[in-house]
C-alpha cells in the first residue's frame, strides 16, 4: 500500500486539473478496492464512492466534489493516526494534501 500511497500523492502534486478524470477515476477504484477490509474506512469508502460518481457525470461539479476531497482529507489523515511507521506518515502527507486541495479550490 504505501507504493500507491506515493503514487497518489505524486499525481495529486500536480494539481486537480492536471489529473485526467479517467485516471482519477482508477485511483479512486484502486482506493474502494484496497481499504474494503480495513477497520474504520467506511465513511472513507462511502465518500470514495460519492467522488467517483461525481467525476463521472457528463459535467462534475466542483461545489460538490472541493467539499468531498476536504472531508477524504480529514478522514485520511484520522486513518493516519491507525496506521504504522511509513504508511502512517503517507497517509497523513495524503490526507493533508486532499485537505490542502479543497481548501485551495476557487470559490463558486
Given at each position: 500500500?504505501?507504493?500507491?500511497?506515493?503514487?497518489t500523492?505524486?499525481?495529486?502534486?500536480?494539481?486537480?486539473?492536471?489529473?485526467?478524470?479517467?485516471?482519477?477515476?482508477?485511483?479512486i477504484?484502486?482506493?474502494?478496492t484496497?481499504l474494503?477490509?480495513v477497520?474504520?474506512?467506511?465513511?472513507?469508502?462511502?465518500?470514495?464512492?460519492?467522488?467517483?460518481?461525481?467525476?463521472?457525470?457528463?459535467?462534475?461539479?466542483?461545489?460538490?466534489?472541493?467539499?468531498?476531497?476536504?472531508?477524504?482529507?480529514k478522514?485520511?489523515?484520522?486513518?493516519?493516526?491507525?496506521?504504522?511507521?511509513?504508511?502512517?506518515?503517507?497517509?497523513?502527507?495524503?490526507?493533508?494534501?486532499?485537505?490542502?486541495?479543497?481548501?485551495?479550490?476557487?470559490?463558486?
Amino acid at each position: 500500500m504505501p507504493q500507491k500511497i506515493s503514487e497518489t500523492i505524486k499525481a495529486l502534486k500536480g494539481g486537480l486539473a492536471s489529473l485526467p478524470i479517467k485516471a482519477a477515476v482508477s485511483n479512486i477504484e484502486y482506493w474502494e478496492t484496497a481499504l474494503e477490509k480495513v477497520d474504520g474506512s467506511k465513511a472513507i469508502l462511502k465518500d470514495l464512492a460519492s467522488l467517483r460518481e461525481g467525476l463521472q457525470v457528463a459535467k462534475p461539479d466542483s461545489a460538490v466534489l472541493m467539499p468531498l476531497l476536504g472531508k477524504l482529507g480529514k478522514e485520511t489523515t484520522t486513518l493516519a493516526a491507525k496506521a504504522t511507521g511509513d504508511t502512517a506518515a503517507q497517509l497523513k502527507d495524503l490526507g493533508k494534501m486532499l485537505t490542502g486541495l479543497a481548501e485551495k479550490a476557487p470559490a463558486h
